[in-house]
């Protein structure tokens, strides 16, 4: 018998023994049961394993859950090639930007609490806010010089990436935010968020709040108001009003130590060679700074909410389910129903944008977004070193990939998705 086909025997041997296992997760089925094919399933491992032989991956962990209730859970290839060491359902991946669902969430927790509304600026909680800069167009006479911003930051405007923030790959900010050592969470770091967070104010915006949608760091100033309002620190918050109440025992900032052997390598890939062992010294890339050590080496003081947890894939659908269920899960609630669908409705309307963002997820607007297969309202999310979900309400389906590579390798991901739907039989 091969390596690769002990390796999936013993993956299924585990997928018998899940609940006793995992007392956390959900319950496991034969597909069959929630209108999934076994056999078609099937097509999701040799696709996996086609790309671990190809180099193009060392492994990774597949969950695809129907109906509240696991129907597939397959652990492929190695969490660690050079040591022989193969992934398991419990391997821990850095999920990084899969961590601003979970501040998203937490954000509504405390706007259900009655602390805030949504259009209130955020300055409020956070003064240093109140007085923003804005960087003019690239083409203005004085493109460098920066002007006061027409209108305050909005909770809502961190919440949909309208606020003005970006991240480190931006050419004209990215400097300015190393210089002035503002960190995006993959990067050991000895300060804590109400430290950087306030330098972050006194750095210039790139567009007027609500001008346009930017991709970056307003989740970290959203963890930071987690800690101004709750008056906890962003991991106790999570640990206690999330994690704990959801059963969800392996997902943290940084890992304790007896769990590091469960953690999986990151590897990289360029053109079109086969993978190599990331170096746990920092990489360097442009403005964009980060390291693969940062979950279990440093100071561990900085908790950013856009990218700083780590997880498994039978801990992270414990969260998505309780997306799907309208903020319930196992008796416990989370957030109201209303919430919720507020959470995963388009935001962003009247900028005219060709995708759908709500608070915390990317969302399939209407059958010209469908490209591939899927559904309409699907929402979904990722994370830097190649983990992505996707939370189907129409199917009542949630299908999780994590992997630990980067760049990530190519489609996989949106085949691996591919192959969960067609698994579809009812």
Not at 141 to 146: G, H, K, L, R
Not at 220 to 236: A, C, F, I, T
Not at 244 to 267: N, Q, S, W
Not at 293 to 322: C, E, H, I, K, W
Request: aromatic residues 10%; glycine residues 10%.
């Amino acid at each position: 018998m091969k390596k690769t086909d002990r390796i999936l025997v013993y993956i299924a041997f585990l997928l018998i023994l899940t609940v006793s296992a995992f007392s956390h997760e959900l319950p496991v089925v034969e597909p069959e049961a929630v209108g999934l094919s076994t056999e078609r399933l099937a097509r999701i491992d040799k696709m996996m394993e086609k790309h671990i032989a190809q180099q193009k991956i060392a492994g990774g962990v597949i969950l695809i859950a129907r109906y509240g209730k696991i129907a597939y859970l397959g652990a492929h290839g190695m969490m660690d090639v050079e040591a022989e060491k193969p992934m398991a359902p419990d391997t821990m991946f850095r999920i990084a930007s899969m961590t601003k669902q979970i501040t998203s969430a937490a954000i509504m927790m405390l706007y259900e609490e009655g602390h805030f509304l949504l259009h209130e600026p955020v300055s409020k909680f956070i003064p240093a806010f109140k007085e923003m800069h804005v960087l003019p167009p690239e083409d203005a006479e004085d493109s460098a010089s920066a002007v006061p911003a027409t209108r305050q930051i909005t909770i809502w405007n961190l919440l949909t990436h309208t606020s003005g923030l970006t991240y480190h790959w931006n050419e004209r900010l990215g400097p300015l935010y190393n210089d002035a050592g503002i960190t995006h969470g993959l990067l050991q770091d000895e300060s804590t968020l109400a430290e950087k967070m306030k330098v972050l104010a006194t750095i210039p915006l790139l567009h007027q709040p609500g001008e346009k949608v930017e991709y970056g760091l307003s989740i970290d100033v959203l963890g930071y108001l987690v800690e101004v309002v709750s008056g906890m620190p962003l991991d106790q918050f999570f640990a206690e009003r999330i994690f704990k109440p959801l059963g969800m025992t392996d997902t943290h900032f940084f890992i304790p130590e007896a769990k590091r052997e469960r953690m999986a390598t990151v590897y990289e890939r360029t053109g079109d060679g086969p993978i190599m062992r990331k170096s746990k010294e920092p990489t360097v890339q442009g403005s964009v700074i980060y390291s693969t050590d940062y979950p279990y080496n440093g100071p561990q003081t900085y908790f950013s909410g856009g990218a700083g947890l780590v997880s498994t894939a039978p801990d992270y659908v414990r969260f998505a389910q309780m997306i799907l269920n309208n903020g319930e899960l196992d008796g416990v609630r989370l957030l109201s129903r209303k919430t919720v669908e507020l959470m995963t409705t388009h935001q962003l309307d009247e900028m005219g944008v060709d995708y759908g963002v709500g608070f915390g997820f990317g969302i399939a607007l209407g059958k010209s977004n469908l490209k591939q297969l899927g559904s309409v309202g699907t929402y979904s999310g990722g994370g830097f070193f190649y983990t992505s979900f996707f939370i189907d309400p129409q199917e009542q389906m949630i299908g999780i990939f994590m992997a630990q590579l980067h760049p990530g390798a190519g489609a996989l991901a949106e085949r691996i998705r591919i192959l969960s739907y067609q698994a579809i039989t009812d």
